[in-house]
């Protein structure tokens, strides 16, 4: 993957939010309305709810917007990033100011699971070389399945004719209607964008991604037969591993790292005490989360451990009641602040 691609994907705005703690938020950076991550990130922003602590949902690109969010964004305490995206960070960072300064302060929260490299093309296209020369969709610059497709075509030699910069969620409806011969995605499976029965098995197909040169960095993966309506057989294929991030707080900086550590500690200990709700209830892919699996060469933040302690208990508070809800005791908090001041 070209240094240059990195660095116009990533913009390197470096300086770290600084709200005030009085209009702190909490917001996990996830991606499309059709992807996995933004489902995971409503899985976590539920437990959160239960707790009585809000935690907003805010679509994105993906992984690399994500990054620079948890980064630079204000009020931006996390942001799910692939794998491959921290490594080539780590490949970039050993001799780059500008990288080294990018990545100071991202830290660990979780490894999450494995999500799977979607290559969906005619049928007519049997395998990753013969997308040479074709009209191929790599998804938005912003994101991980841009970085992704590039890295893949690029390891593997394969020149397409044209590159389209376009999300996968444009890119089906382009790919179905002719304009376009194959296009990239990365997602945990089952990606909820391949739903339903629009796909027509005998003109689209997912490629298989086998190539030994690829094992160096990706996952050897498997998407079963039936999976997806227009799949009849499996498909073995590759992964890469997706992976919560959060910034590195510090305490004694000001009241907005305060309660942002605070916000990463509680969550990491949320997630942990309600891992078994999750893969019962969640998205399919929590069933699969291994959160022993930490990418190489990045530490986990000092605010998640604080929250992983045994003796930790999260800062939860009475969930606000639902409008029309308890009717006879709406207004039980103004009558006693009312009593309260006429005693005075």
Same mark, same amino acid.
């Given at each position: 993957?070209?240094?240059?691609?990195?660095?116009?994907?990533l913009?390197?705005?470096?300086?770290?939010?600084?709200?005030?703690?009085?209009?702190?938020?909490?917001?996990?950076?996830?991606?499309?309305?059709?992807?996995?991550?933004?489902?995971?990130?409503?899985?976590?922003?539920?437990?959160g709810?239960?707790?009585?602590?809000? =935690?907003?949902?805010?679509?994105?690109?993906?992984?690399?917007?994500?990054?620079?969010?948890?980064?630079?964004?204000?009020?931006?305490?996390?942001?799910?990033?692939?794998?491959?995206?921290?490594?080539?960070?780590?490949?970039?960072?050993?001799?780059?100011?500008?990288?080294?300064?990018?990545?100071?302060g991202?830290?660990?929260?979780?490894?999450?699971?494995?999500?799977?490299?979607?290559?969906?093309?005619?049928?007519?296209?049997?395998?990753?070389?013969?997308?040479?020369?074709?009209?191929?969709?790599?998804?938005?610059?912003?994101?991980?399945?841009?970085?992704?497709? +590039?890295?893949?075509?690029?390891?593997?030699?394969?020149?397409?004719?044209?590159?389209?910069?376009?999300?996968?969620?444009?890119?089906?409806?382009?790919?179905?209607?002719?304009?376009?011969?194959?296009?990239?995605?990365?997602a945990?499976?089952?990606?909820?964008?391949?739903?339903?029965?629009?796909?027509?098995?005998?003109?689209?197909?997912?490629?298989?991604?086998?190539?030994?040169?690829?094992?160096?960095?990706?996952?050897?993966?498997?998407?079963?037969?039936?999976?997806?309506?227009?799949?009849?057989?499996?498909?073995?294929?590759?992964?890469?591993?997706?992976?919560?991030?959060?910034y590195?707080?510090?305490?004694?900086r000001?009241?907005?790292?305060?309660?942002?550590?605070?916000?990463?500690?509680?969550?990491?200990?949320?997630?942990? +005490?309600?891992?078994?709700?999750?893969?019962?209830?969640?998205?399919?892919?929590?069933? +699969?989360?291994? =959160?022993?699996?930490?990418?190489?060469?990045?530490?986990?933040?000092?605010?998640?451990?604080?929250?992983?302690?045994?003796?930790?208990?999260?800062?939860?508070?009475?969930?606000?009641e639902?409008?029309?809800?308890?009717?006879?005791?709406?207004?039980e908090?103004? =009558?006693?602040? =009312?009593?309260?001041?006429?005693?005075?």
């Amino acid at each position: 993957m070209k240094r240059s691609v990195l660095a116009a994907a990533l913009g390197l705005a470096l300086s770290i939010g600084t709200a005030s703690a009085e209009g702190i938020e909490r917001n996990i950076m996830t991606g499309g309305p059709q992807g996995t991550y933004i489902k995971i990130g409503h899985d976590i922003a539920a437990l959160g709810a239960e707790c009585g602590l809000k =935690l907003n949902v805010v679509e994105s690109a993906g992984s690399l917007e994500n990054f620079v969010g948890v980064r630079n964004r204000r009020n931006t305490q996390f942001g799910i990033v692939q794998s491959d995206v921290l490594e080539y960070l780590k490949t970039f960072e050993a001799n780059d100011p500008e990288v080294q300064k990018a990545v100071k302060g991202v830290r660990i929260m979780f490894p999450l699971y494995n999500e799977e490299i979607h290559v969906l093309a005619r049928k007519d296209i049997a395998g990753m070389k013969d997308l040479a020369g074709k009209k191929i969709a790599v998804g938005k610059k912003d994101s991980g399945t841009f970085l992704t497709a +590039t890295l893949i075509m690029d390891i593997l030699q394969v020149k397409p004719g044209e590159r389209i910069d376009i999300n996968p969620d444009d890119a089906l409806p382009k790919l179905l209607s002719g304009e376009i011969d194959a296009f990239f995605y990365v997602a945990g499976a089952p990606a909820a964008l391949f739903a339903g029965n629009t796909i027509d098995k005998a003109k689209f197909h997912l490629l298989p991604i086998t190539e030994a040169p690829l094992l160096a960095t990706y996952t050897p993966s498997r998407i079963e037969a039936g999976t997806y309506s227009f799949q009849d057989q499996p498909v073995d294929l590759v992964a890469v591993k997706a992976v919560m991030m959060t910034y590195d707080y510090d305490v004694k900086r000001n009241a907005y790292h305060r309660d942002s550590c605070k916000t990463v500690s509680d969550f990491s200990s949320l997630i942990l +005490t309600g891992l078994d709700k999750l893969k019962a209830t969640g998205h399919p892919k929590w069933k +699969t989360v291994d =959160l022993t699996a930490l990418p190489p060469g990045w530490q986990v933040g000092v605010c998640v451990k604080a929250g992983m302690a045994i003796n930790y208990k999260p800062s939860c508070k009475a969930p606000a009641e639902k409008a029309g809800s308890g009717a006879d005791d709406s207004n039980e908090e103004y =009558l006693n602040l =009312l009593k309260q001041r006429l005693q005075q």
